[in-house]
């Protein structure tokens, strides 16, 4: 046995048990969030959607990262390859019941995420390139007192994101193209590609790679939803039947998936929060870098983000799956992740050009969710040592994790990077949780702000004194 599945078989016997610790917690504090923000992720959807929106010309104007930006940066990191190969994968091994828990999850989810954004913004730092950097390690630090927690956790993101993630968006994007374009030592080459163009983009710096998203991520989520329509409308007769599956195996898996109720939901759940990073942290460190006048409103912005991704971006790639017939029909092609998705297209009047059409969509979701995760690391990298060599260090560290992992199978990657992003999410939502009460008072101070007819509430750090820890917000003062 070589080292690679030694590596594989050790990662995948731990996993179960550590996802549904997770979710447990997850979930729990999830339900929690949501009633103590009275359903703000439902209720006020309206004023959140416009907040996402809004300062679009914004950022072209000012040195530091905008809140649309910050917005379009956590949207590259969630779109990635999961709402294609994760949602397609999520059917195959957890039947199409597993949809409906991925919808659960991101309604639960998009609470917690308003609160670890929020959190971010409330204790984020300005560092030596002048920029605002934040998240779970700066949170843990300031907002309970330790800076060991802090690093302990600087460095799981670090892993989980800058490595784990990147690798699997890395090594997905390469198994779409080689599978789209046959030549000799086509892997290679592919993550040559990848890599430098996401070298270019990563050492321009976080305002850079704002911009990059500004202008690629809103337009390929857009182009996605309407290939993925044109798709399910060629297939228009099965659109009752595969929504009539979502909802009948939601709660009694299909026989040749095997695992009942708990197979759906574990599955389901997991590849949601693999989807719209809810609870992990990851976002967070992107929330903590846009310049806001609240906090709250970036908390706001990227709940928002949740639902986007997931009821939204996965639900038209589910359909697309599910529209190809009965379940049957579809495990019987014996394909999962992206593969199952360009057999399914390929099948429709799309015909071949269907593989290459979701390579490319595949290769450019996967570049932006990775310098999405570059940035995470960055600003975990600089709370543990902010100087320039050290960042160009880790960038180089990402540019070959982007390489090696193109040449690496998807499912070992896959194995890995799902344990440590439920070792973070355990992590990260047990300190959100202790930290939740400054959460919610910047959260009753932006809508006491809003109730007296404030348009745009400003925050300062008076405003919550009777909370802990205050006296280490440092750029609201």
């Not at 917005?71 to 999961?82: E, N, T």
Request: hydrophobic share 50%; proline share 2%.
């Amino acid at each position: 046995m070589g080292i690679v599945e030694t590596v594989d078989n050790f990662f995948t016997s731990i996993n179960g048990y550590v996802w549904w610790a997770a979710l447990i917690l997850l979930v729990v504090f999830g339900i929690f969030f949501t009633i103590k923000l009275k359903g703000l992720q439902i209720l006020k959807i309206n004023e959140t959607s416009k907040l996402s929106f809004s300062g679009i010309q914004e950022g072209k104007t000012k040195s530091k990262v905008s809140s649309f930006e910050a917005f379009c940066i956590g949207m590259g990191a969630r779109i990635g390859v999961g709402n294609i190969a994760g949602v397609a994968t999520a059917i195959v091994t957890g039947g199409p019941g597993a949809i409906f828990w991925m919808w659960v999850f991101a309604i639960i989810g998009s609470a917690t995420s308003f609160m670890e954004s929020t959190l971010a913004q409330v204790f984020k730092e300005k560092k030596e390139d002048g920029q605002y950097y934040g998240g779970p390690a700066y949170y843990a630090t300031k907002g309970l007192g330790s800076r060991p927690l802090g690093i302990f956790v600087a460095i799981m993101l670090i892993l989980t994101f800058g490595i784990g993630f990147v690798g699997v968006q890395a090594t997905n994007a390469t198994s779409a193209l080689t599978g789209a374009f046959d030549f000799g030592n086509n892997a290679l080459v592919f993550g040559l590609i990848i890599m430098a163009v996401a070298g270019i983009i990563i050492f321009g710096g976080v305002k850079r790679i704002a911009r990059f998203s500004t202008k690629v991520v809103p337009l390929m989520a857009l182009l996605w939803i309407i290939f993925a329509f044109v798709a399910i409308a060629l297939n228009w007769q099965n659109i009752g039947n595969a929504f009539g599956m979502i909802f009948e195996y939601a709660f009694d898996a299909p026989a040749l998936v095997g695992g009942g109720l708990g197979t759906a939901m574990i599955i389901g759940m997991r590849r949601g929060i693999f989807s719209n990073e809810a609870g992990l942290g990851s976002i967070a460190n992107v929330a903590a870098s846009a310049d806001t006048s609240h906090p709250a409103k970036q908390g706001m912005i990227q709940s928002f983000g949740v639902l986007v991704d997931t009821l939204i971006v996965c639900t038209v790639t589910a359909l697309v799956v599910l529209s190809f017939g009965t379940f049957e029909s579809i495990y019987a092609l014996d394909l999962s992740g992206a593969n199952l998705v360009q057999a399914v297209m390929s099948s429709t009047a799309i015909g071949s050009a269907a593989n290459y059409i979701i390579a490319g969509f595949m290769l450019i979701f996967a570049f932006t969710s990775m310098i999405g995760y570059y940035t995470m690391s960055e600003s975990n990298v600089r709370f543990i040592k902010d100087n320039k060599m050290t960042i160009n260090i880790v960038r180089i560290i990402v540019l070959l994790v982007i390489l090696l992992s193109s040449l690496v199978s998807t499912s070992v990657l896959d194995h890995i990077s799902d344990t440590f992003n439920a070792l973070m999410g355990l992590v990260n939502i047990l300190i959100v949780a202790v930290l939740s009460p400054i959460a919610f008072a910047v959260y009753k101070d932006y809508r006491a702000q809003k109730k007296a007819g404030i348009e745009e509430p400003e925050f300062h750090r008076d405003s919550i004194k009777d909370v802990k820890h205050t006296e280490n917000i440092t750029e609201w003062e």
